[in-house]
């Protein structure tokens, strides 16, 4: 009977692609308030991030979405998610990201939403691709 509200599902941003080549001067990150989301993004670790956004890139065109489309529909797919908090800098990234839950028309048609694509196939694919799912022990003596 309990569900989560996650936030943040895009990483401040870095799902949305926009640092895969370093941190534009007009981003968040550029700000003197984010200097510790800018080294975030040029360490070692924010590296393999963008690796791994790479290689999540494909499962996003075969689902017909955007990867901020699939971070959110990624995390509604999960039993114990509620909802998902977004924070869009303007209307458009707002948009783009409900159509993660609805469809969408877009200039080259119409998109299907993304959350009914999240079989248990992609679920895993990109599980794989991620490498952090978490592991739960369940106590069944309760």
Same mark, same amino acid.
């Given at each position: 009977g309990v569900g989560a509200m996650t936030w943040s599902p895009l990483a401040c941003g870095i799902i949305s692609g926009k640092? *895969?080549?370093? /941190?534009?001067e007009s981003s968040r990150a550029a700000l003197k308030c984010y200097?510790?989301?800018?080294?975030?993004?040029?360490?070692?670790?924010?590296?393999?991030?963008?690796?791994?956004?790479?290689? %999540?890139?494909?499962?996003? =065109?075969?689902? *017909?979405?955007?990867?901020?489309?699939?971070? /959110?529909?990624?995390? %509604?797919? $999960?039993?114990? /998610?509620?909802?998902?908090?977004?924070?869009?800098s303007n209307p458009e990234q707002l948009i783009e990201n409900l159509g993660a839950i609805q469809a969408s028309a877009s200039a080259g048609?119409?998109?299907?939403? /993304?959350?009914?694509?999240?079989?248990?196939?992609?679920?895993? =694919?990109?599980? $794989?691709?991620?490498?952090n799912k978490p592991y739960s022990k369940k106590d069944y003596r309760s």
């Open positions: 640092y *895969g080549n370093g /941190v534009p200097q510790w989301l800018k080294e975030k993004i040029i360490s070692e670790e924010g590296r393999k991030q963008q690796v791994k956004l790479k290689d %999540l890139s494909p499962i996003a =065109e075969r689902l *017909g979405c955007t990867l901020p489309q699939l971070a /959110v529909a990624w995390c %509604l797919r $999960n039993e114990g /998610v509620s909802s998902v908090l977004l924070g869009s048609g119409t998109s299907a939403e /993304v959350l009914p694509k999240m079989t248990s196939h992609i679920v895993n =694919e990109i599980d $794989n691709i991620l490498g």
